[in-house]
Structures are given as structure tokens and as C-alpha cells.
């Protein structure tokens, strides 16, 4: 970790779990404020987050608005620069999933992933963005995903957000390449999450398939190594692009996919 990333702020979107909460660990444990989001548990929550306070000594604030609503984004942003004067770091990584063909895909469905998946990362850069070119220093990482890259059936709505999302990234990669900010995606493979999880049962009824055969067939047929990615190893990049050793990496899209976008 960078002794520079000690005192800065980050907000990471959608961290009460998976990959979001494995950001927020890393962050906070190298003394940097986090701000952690998303829905779950008041208790249990609340147990992360002074688990995270207690990680480096940094503060954690909970912010649990809903990012698909604007005006709950700017609420989000409005308690961060009160608690730290801004923020240094933004992470979007909230994100849902719904597993269906076209013609099925519901109509709310398709509206929510676009507002939380591609829009809600808008939102955040858009406010986000005065506080890091008035410090002339700023991350902005979205966890985008191999299907930023690639598609596969039934993943419509996703599929069309995490393209959008990379393109939204250059494009803040250009507008903020001369203010020391950098705007990077991270697209990892099949990362053991409750969301990934959560959509066997889909999959399985899409399919025709049994849970062992959407784990082997589907999941991990196109994941060369045949592993999960583990949240700490999407995680570590994470830290490696917040650092100086990744001061010029601006545009990019950090494949961690098992070689999955190689085929
Ligand atoms: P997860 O379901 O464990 O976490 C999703 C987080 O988003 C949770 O904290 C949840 O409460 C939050 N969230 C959901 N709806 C929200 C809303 N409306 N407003 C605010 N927060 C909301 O999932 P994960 O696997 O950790 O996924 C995190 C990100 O990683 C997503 O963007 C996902 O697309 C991406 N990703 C995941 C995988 C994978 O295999 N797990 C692979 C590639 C990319």
C-alpha cells in the first residue's frame, strides 16, 4: 500500500457485500476513510463497519441510499463531504443481475440494471469529480466485468450496462487525464459472491440445467484456470490502481478473469 493513500477518503458503492465489502477491507486497513454502502442487515452492517474502523484506525461511515434513485446518489455524496470534506477515491461497484431471454426480460428489470450498473456511476463521477480535480489527485474505479468485453445470452440488460460502463471510463479518462485523476475498470471473471450465487436458480431454469452442471458448464466453462477469482484478488488491484506505481494507468481495463477474455 502506498503510505501517500493514508488520510484519503474513499466511497465505494454496494460494500455490505462481496467484492465492495473485499475494497472497503483493503482500503481501510491501510488507513483510508471509507465510505460503505448498499442494502442488508442494520446489525450486521454495523459490525462491519467497526470492523473496518478497527482495521487501520481510519473512520467508516455507512451511507445506505438506494443508487438508483439520483436524488439518493447526491444525498450519498452530500453525507461523504460532510463527514470528510469530500472524496478522494470513488469505487462504483454496486450491481445486480437478472438471467433471462430478451423476449421475457422484464421491463423493470432492464430499467433497474441500467439505473444501478451504468447510470448510478454517472451520478457518482459527476459529483465526485470538483472535489478530485480541486486536489488535483482522484480514483475512479468502476468493477465492471469480463462482460464489459464480452457477452453471453440472457444477460442482456448486464451485458449492455458493464459495455456502457467501459465506455463511460475512457471517456473519463480523457476528460481527466491532465488533473491527476485516473478512471480504470476492473472486469473480473467468476468471483464466489452472493451474486453470482443468486443467479444459479435462473440460470438453472433458462437452461434446463442442474446447479452442478450451471457451476461446471456455465460459470467455469468459460474460465480457463476452472477457479473462482477471489474478492481479495480483485481487491489488491484495486490498491495497486489507487497507488503512485499506477499514476499513468488511465483508460484501461483490468481483465482478473482466469483467461476467460483471452479465448
Ligand atoms: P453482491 O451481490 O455481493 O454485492 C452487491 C452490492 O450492491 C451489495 O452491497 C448490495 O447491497 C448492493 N446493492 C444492490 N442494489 C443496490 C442499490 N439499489 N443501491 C445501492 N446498493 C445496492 O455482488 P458482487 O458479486 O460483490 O458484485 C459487485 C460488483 O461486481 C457488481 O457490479 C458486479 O456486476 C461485479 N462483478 C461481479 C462478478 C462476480 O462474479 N461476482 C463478476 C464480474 C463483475
Partial sequence: MSQSLKGKTALITGSTSGIGLAYAKALAGGGVNVVINGFG???????????????????????????????QIEAMMQEAASAFGGVDILINNAGMQHVAPVEDFPVDKWNLIIALNLTSAFHTSRLAIPYMK???????????SAHSLTASPFKSAYVTAKHGLAGFTKTLALELATFGVTANCI???????????????????????????????????????????TVEQVAA???????????????????????????
Avoid at 51 to 71: Q, R, V
Avoid at 134 to 144: E, V
Avoid at 204 to 211: C, F, S, V
Wanted: net charge negative; hydrophobic share 40%; proline share 4%.
Fill in 134 to 144: 480541486s486536489k488535483k489527485w482522484g480514483r475512479i474505479i468502476q468493477t465492471a
Fill in 41 to 71: 442487515d442494520a446489525d450486521a452492517i454495523e459490525k462491519e463497519r467497526l470492523g473496518l474502523e478497527a482495521l487501520g484506525g481510519a473512520k467508516a461511515l455507512y451511507s445506505g441510499h438506494d443508487l438508483t434513485k439520483p436524488d
Fill in 187 to 229: 472486469s473480473p471473471g467468476y468471483v464466489w459472491t452472493p451474486l453470482v450465487e443468486n443467479q444459479i436458480p435462473d440460470t438453472m431454469k433458462a437452461r434446463g440445467m442442474t446447479r452442478e452442471q450451471v457451476m461446471n458448464d456455465v460459470l467455469l466453462a468459460g474460465q480457463p484456470t476452472k477457479q473462482f477469482v
Fill in 237 to 263: 488491484m484495486a490498491l495497486y490502481l489507487c497507488g503512485d506505481a499506477a499514476a499513468n494507468i488511465t483508460g484501461a481495463n483490468m481483465s482478473i478473469d482466469g483467461g476467460w477474455t483471452a479465448q
